[in-house]
């Protein structure tokens, strides 16, 4: 089956420094993918919609200055923690859809990033 | 808005007891709801799915059938295994098309 590969899957960082994320569809192409953040007992809540090629849709709530998100290619997307603070501690997801059609999510195993 | 709601955990089983997290929903009309599985380690995985009221998503042993009278969609296994352990989310699409989640239940399973 398809997959998506997130990498680091851990990370921990000084707080004001920069983490880059980056989430790659390996054997197919997507057009589109999501990024996820999740806090320890809670749900995945959605930060944003990656489109290849153009800017990143962000959800209410989401800093677009503090979340920078590319989607240079079809099969690469990054999301860098800019100025990172220990609240932005949690875990990652990325997922992305198969350009060829359907509903599938294919996700990516995470990223547990710790500010400290 | 639309949401989805499932059961606390963490819950913890023996080998092939039987399995019921409670998943319910809100929403305007009859979204498609989905159960994904995340195991250790791994991303997340779409287990099952079902589109429309009353039917009845299936994988792995595990179900779900789509209620509408009780907007409800809860995944049951009839006998779980120690490979079972993983955490479980249930999901639907909001109106704008985003796939929301469930804050995902871990299951044990202890030989």
């Known amino acids: 089956g398809a997959v998506v590969s997130q990498h680091p899957s851990r990370v921990i960082c000084k707080s004001g420094t920069s983490v880059k994320i980056e989430c790659r569809s390996l054997?197919?192409?997507?057009?589109?993918m999501f990024w996820y953040r999740q806090f320890p007992k809670q749900s995945l809540m959605l930060m944003a919609t990656?489109?290849?090629?153009?800017?990143?849709?962000?959800e209410q709530g989401v800093e677009k200055d503090k979340f920078l998100i590319n989607h240079a290619s079809l099969t690469l997307s990054t999301l860098t923690v800019t100025s990172a603070h220990p609240e932005d501690s949690s875990f990652y997801i990325c997922?992305?859809?198969?350009?060829?059609?359907?509903?599938?999510?294919?996700f990516g195993s995470g990223t547990q990033l710790s500010v400290l | 808005g639309d949401s989805v709601t499932q059961m606390e955990g963490p819950v913890t089983l023996s080998e092939e007891a039987f399995l019921t997290i409670n998943c319910t929903y809100t929403?305007?009309?009859?979204?498609?709801l989905f159960w994904y599985v995340q195991y250790p380690g791994e991303g997340l995985q779409l287990l099952l799915k079902?589109?429309?009221?009353?039917d009845k998503g299936s994988n792995k042993g595990f179900e779900a059938t789509y209620r509408k009278e009780t907007t409800s969609f809860h995944l049951e296994k009839g006998s779980v295994q120690v490979s079972d352990s993983a955490v479980y989310f249930c999901a639907r699409y909001n109106q704008g098309g985003k796939l929301i989640f469930g804050q995902g239940t871990e299951l044990s399973v202890k030989p």
């Open positions: 079902a589109t429309k009221a009353d």
């Open positions: 990656s489109n290849e090629g153009s800017k990143a849709t962000y």
């Open positions: 929403a305007t009309g009859y979204p498609s």
């Open positions: 997922s992305a859809r198969d350009a060829g059609g359907g509903e599938k999510l294919f």
């Open positions: 054997d197919f192409q997507a057009t589109t």
